[in-house]
């Protein structure tokens, strides 16, 4: 990830050759993309309808976006309603899956790569409504509600596909949207408005979220406190999640003095990493991680370091989130 990060991000004349040497693979698979959705649309390659109502959340770039916490947002929005949602992932890094179960207990949790098989077992385990978790590009099942996302701090990227840009597929591919969710963590919500009116489409709701750190909760203790806690304080962040800078950026927006210790996406923590990140702790006021650190450091937290508290983060709809919210209504079970 810190390849990647350097790849499309840096702008040093080093960066920049690469990023040109690898143009060529990148116009291939936007190419090749581009033949398999056509193959869909017009049924060359099935799709397959899914068991139950379906609302797919993805992205078109790699990662960062906040597909976890908006799909266990529609997940608990939907617990809320009385229904019982099956969250179908393709199960990779297994973090996701933890997290999933923890925000949203009631929820069936199905960690496989054929999401279609992964339906039916959220159905057999009782399942009424399905949350599939990145699979925007997914064309082989069927859904009621495509929602893709897309952050705002994106439009820093460079604008190739894969492996040039971060891009999985182009803006083209937003023809496919039900709904279209500008999200944002350090940009400001006028940078997500602005995109958000650019992508206005309609055949599709687009709305703007802020994907908002508002408590810190202790590792074991589950003491929770403000963001406030940690104004003037030293604190180490620890994330191993797509953009470990945004919430470095959130952190220090409350107040405080951060060190960033960032990590891959999915990062596994071996035992060498949790042992300097408590050395790390016991030099600071505060340690801050992320719910995906945090399910793989719970039980392996040394005694004598400070506790780490876990950023909390909500879904905090700052434009048309009713409009959101009216079409996944429409995947409600209708009263017999």
């Known amino acids: 990830m810190k390849l990647t990060r350097w790849l499309w991000r840096d702008h040093g004349i080093a960066a920049r050759v690469t990023r040109a040497l690898l143009v060529p693979p990148s116009l291939l698979y936007r190419a090749v993309m581009a033949l398999r959705t056509a193959g869909y649309r017009r049924g060359v390659v099935r799709s397959h309808a899914l068991p139950l109502p379906a609302v797919a959340v993805g992205n078109l770039a790699v990662g960062g976006t906040g597909k976890t916490p908006v799909a266990s947002w529609i997940a608990g929005w939907l617990a809320g309603r009385g229904v019982r949602p099956g969250i179908l992932l393709r199960g990779y890094g297994g973090d996701e899956e933890r997290v999933h179960r923890l925000l949203v207990p009631d929820a069936i949790v199905v960690a496989d790569p ?50 040039a840009g971060p891009w999985r597929e182009g803006w083209t591919a937003l023809d496919r949207a039900d709904v279209i969710v500008v999200t944002r963590r350090r940009a400001a919500r006028a940078a997500a408005e602005a995109l958000a009116r650019r992508l206005a489409t309609p055949q599709a709701v687009v709305a703007t979220a802020y994907l908002a750190v508002e408590e810190l909760a202790g590792l074991h203790s589950g003491r929770r406190s403000t963001l406030a806690l940690v104004a003037g304080r030293r604190v180490v962040v620890a994330a191993g999640i797509a953009d470990p800078a945004s919430l470095a950026a959130q952190v220090r927006e409350a107040g405080a003095r951060v060190q960033l210790m960032a990590y891959q996406d999915h990062h ?69």
């Open 114 to 163: 054929d999401r279609f098989a992964g339906a039916e077992r959220a159905r057999a385990e009782g399942a009424q409504v399905l949350v599939l978790d990145d699979a925007y590009q997914r064309l082989d099942v069927r859904r009621d509600v495509n929602m893709v996302l897309i952050a705002a701090e994106s439009s820093d990227d460079p604008p190739w596909s894969l492996p």
């Open 268 to 336: 596994p923590y071996p035992q060498a990493d949790v042992d300097r990140l408590a050395q790390a702790a016991r030099g600071a006021d505060y340690v801050v991680v992320t719910e995906k650190d945090a399910v793989k450091l719970r039980g392996r937290w040394p005694t004598d370091a400070p506790e780490p508290l876990v950023a909390q983060q909500i879904v905090r709809w700052e434009t048309n989130g009713e409009a959101v919210t009216r079409m996944l209504e429409g995947l409600l079970p209708q009263a017999p």
